[in-house]
Structure formats: C-alpha cells, structure tokens
C-alpha cells in the first residue's frame, strides 16, 4: 500500500525520468506527517482551551521545574520562534493569568516568565492526555519502530543543526 507520496514520486519517474526524486519521498513525508500530526495535537489541546502553542510554552515552563520559571530568550529558543512572536504569545498568556511577566532582579534586560497556579492546573490537566493522544497517532508502528523513527529523527535533526545550546 502506498501514500500521497508514493503518487508524487511517480509522477516525478514519468515526466523526468532521469531525474532521483527520492530526497523528496523523504522529506515530503517529514513534512506531511509533520501537518497530520499538528492537526491532531491541535484538535486534542482545543477540547481544552488550548492551542498548541499555548500548551508548548506551558509545559516548557513545568517541565523546567519549580519555580517553574524561565526567561523569555529561554522560552523563545526552546520555542524556536522569534522574540517578537514570543512578545505576542506571552502578552495572550499573560492576558488569560496563565503566567506571569516580570524584570528580572539580576539582570534588568531580561524578563522572567512564571507559570501561574492556573497556568499550572491547566497544563496539568492537559498533559496525561497529550501523551495518551500521541501514543494513539503512534500505534501504526510497533514500539521498536516507533524508537527506530526517533533514532533516525534524532540523526536529522543534530544533521540540520538542531543541537541543544
């Protein structure tokens, strides 16, 4: 049984037959599983108020562990966004008393995000779930797949740079 891709490449072998579009079976799959997943994740967070990012800064913050607090440059790397798209994202958050925003004592150019206590029983709440909703979009593949792709996954992206700081 084939997928979207499989077509893809075929129309690829008829029109430029000369030509190895096998990189693309690749990363067109990387990139298609990576949207069928976002939808599903987006899809489980809405029956809890969440988006997807929201959830992301939430749980970067609980998993940092008590105080439960980062700065918004730690946040931001973590998130792989921009400052300015961390600017707007944690003015929503703050908006909602999900965390919280305030100078750092040490360091006056820096703002410290805090997970607030309805911040906390938010991601909480979410959290069992999320993981039982990722393993249910895993269970194509068996469990020794399943670390395999992760194994393969790993080596891309260290491949791509994406390396912890």
Excluded: C
Aim: charged share 25%; glycine share 10%; net charge negative.
């Amino acid at each position: 049984m084939g997928d979207n891709v499989d077509r893809v490449l075929e129309q690829w072998r008829t029109e430029k037959p000369g030509l190895d579009a096998s990189p693309m079976g690749v990363v067109g799959r990387v990139q298609r599983a990576a949207r069928l997943l976002e939808r599903e994740l987006a899809d489980y967070f809405a029956t809890h108020g969440l988006q997807l990012w929201e959830f992301d800064i939430l749980a970067t913050l609980l998993r940092s562990g008590s105080p439960y607090r980062l700065t918004a440059g730690a946040l931001s790397a973590a998130s792989m966004i921009t400052s300015g798209a961390m600017t707007n994202r944690l003015n929503r958050l703050v908006a909602r008393e999900l965390v919280t925003r305030e100078t750092d004592p040490d360091n006056r150019r820096s703002l410290l995000i805090t997970l607030t206590e309805e911040g906390h029983r938010t991601v909480e709440a979410a959290l069992e779930g999320h993981v039982a909703n990722e393993a249910r979009l895993l269970t194509g593949l068996s469990g020794p797949d399943q670390g395999r792709l992760a194994d393969l996954l790993r080596e891309l992206l260290t491949g791509l740079g994406d390396v912890p700081r």
